[in-house]
C-alpha cells in the first residue's frame, strides 16, 4: 500500500473560515487515527506537538488519508512538504483542487 510522509517545515496564521474552526484539534486527531499506520500512543504524542506548533514529521500517512490530513494541517496554519513513497501515484491528491 502506498504511503506519504509529511514534514511540517514551519507554521504561519491560522487560515479560518471553516466549519472546524472550533474543534480542530479534535478534527485533527480524528484524521490522524485513521491516517496514519501508527500506534495510539504515538499518535497522541504526534496531536500534542502539532498543537504546540512544533515541526514534526508524519510517517507512514495512508494514501487514502493525504489529502484529509494536509487540509486540516493547512488550515491550522502548517507550512509543508509532501513526500510519496511511489511518486508516480497521483492517485493520492486527484480530489486536489487544480489552481
Known amino acids: 500500500m502506498?504511503?506519504?510522509?509529511?514534514?511540517?517545515?514551519g507554521w504561519g496564521?491560522?487560515?479560518?473560515g471553516t466549519g472546524?474552526?472550533?474543534h480542530a484539534k479534535s478534527e485533527?486527531?480524528?484524521?490522524?487515527?485513521?491516517?496514519?499506520?501508527?500506534?495510539?500512543?504515538?499518535?497522541k504524542r504526534l496531536v500534542r506537538q502539532i498543537h504546540a506548533?512544533?515541526?514534526v514529521s508524519l510517517h507512514h500517512v495512508r494514501e487514502e488519508a493525504v489529502l484529509g490530513v494536509t487540509q486540516i494541517l493547512r488550515i491550522t496554519?502548517?507550512?509543508m512538504r509532501v513526500t510519496?513513497?511511489?511518486s508516480n501515484d497521483e492517485r493520492l491528491f486527484k480530489?486536489?483542487?487544480?489552481?
Request: aromatic share 6%; hydrophobic share 40%; net charge negative.
Open 20 to 22: 472546524w474552526d472550533a
Open 2 to 9: 502506498p504511503m506519504a510522509t509529511i514534514e511540517i517545515l
Open 28 to 43: 485533527l486527531r480524528k484524521r490522524l487515527r485513521s491516517g496514519l499506520d501508527a500506534p495510539l500512543h504515538e499518535i
Open 13 to 16: 496564521d491560522f487560515v479560518g
Open 53 to 55: 506548533r512544533e515541526l
Open 77 to 79: 496554519g502548517a507550512e
Open 95 to 99: 480530489k486536489w483542487p487544480k489552481r
Open 84 to 86: 510519496l513513497d511511489d
